[in-house]
């Protein structure tokens, strides 16, 4: 099955940046499809980006789109969030997951089969 780790995670003034790394047990760009979600206290996960087999395309939610950066490198398999301009709304526990195949529909934690442990983001203003 596949392992996934996440880090970068931290604390960080209100318009810096940080950069998360997901690092997975195998190669995953021609066989999952790897998304970013996130959760704050008291509320529900949520879909931050995603990005699909062999590189098809690559989605960022409305909330953080211009800021976040989803990107991967293929022989480190490794899978990046790079988050600039944050907001304290963009306080939250970061997971990578991961699902098997070219999966096109919403961006719901239901639909993916392989999670990380999450890394803390804490933005403060």
């Known amino acids: 099955q596949l392992q996934l780790v996440e880090s970068g995670g931290g604390s960080v003034q209100a318009g810096g940046s940080l950069r998360l790394s997901c690092v997975a047990s195998?190669?995953?760009?021609?066989?999952?499809?790897m998304a970013w979600f996130r959760q704050a206290p008291g509320k529900e996960r949520e879909g931050v980006a995603s990005?699909?087999?062999?590189?098809?395309?690559?989605y960022t939610a409305d909330s953080v789109r211009g800021r976040f950066t989803v990107s991967q490198d293929n022989a480190k398999n490794t899978i990046y969030l790079q988050m600039n301009n944050l907001k304290p709304d963009d306080t939250a526990m970061y997971y990578c997951a991961g699902r098997l195949g070219l999966y096109y529909g919403l961006l719901a934690p239901s639909m993916f089969s392989y999670w990380g442990q999450g890394t803390q983001v804490t933005v403060s203003s």
């Open positions: 195998e190669y995953t760009y021609s066989a999952y499809t």
């Open positions: 990005l699909r087999p062999n590189g098809t395309s690559k």
